[in-house]
Nanobody
Framework: QVQLVESGGGYVQAGGSLRLSCTAS????????MGWFRQAPGKERDLVAR????????SYADSVKGRFTISTDNAKNTVYLQMNSLKPEDTAVYYC???????????????WGQGTQVTVSS
């Protein structure tokens, strides 16, 4: 069964850092685009960052540019989200997802992780 397993969430004070990890269960994900989404209570699930496995194409939401970095480790089948200078408004459940098309919206991501909670205190 294809799986995406996330880890690395937690509780941090404003200005702190966390690194999220997402490991894919199959190497076939190397042809997919990997995305990190987040969903705060009562809000939509929004794209935070996305990247091809090669890193040749990647992008960020405006709200996290300059603070978050997405990266991949092909040997480990793992995609990371390094989050620096965290703010209380970054508090959300963060999801890793895999999709076939770089330019697709949220509905284009066929595989999702279980989510990991990130809480940033002020």
């Amino acid at each position: 069964q294809v799986q995406l397993v996330e880890s690395g969430g937690g509780y941090v004070q404003a200005g702190g850092s966390l690194r999220l990890s997402c490991t894919a269960s199959e190497r076939s994900f190397s042809t997919y685009v990997m995305g990190w989404f987040r969903q705060a209570p009562g809000k939509e699930r929004d794209l935070v960052a996305r990247s091809t496995w090669s890193g040749a194409r990647l992008s960020y939401a405006d709200s996290v540019k300059g603070r978050f970095t997405i990266s991949t480790d092909n040997a480990k089948n793992t995609v990371y989200l390094q989050m620096n200078s965290l703010k209380p408004e970054d508090t959300a459940v963060y999801y890793c997802a895999a999709g076939k098309n770089y330019d697709s919206g949220k509905s284009g991501y066929a595989y999702w992780g279980q989510g990991t909670q990130v809480t940033v205190s002020s």
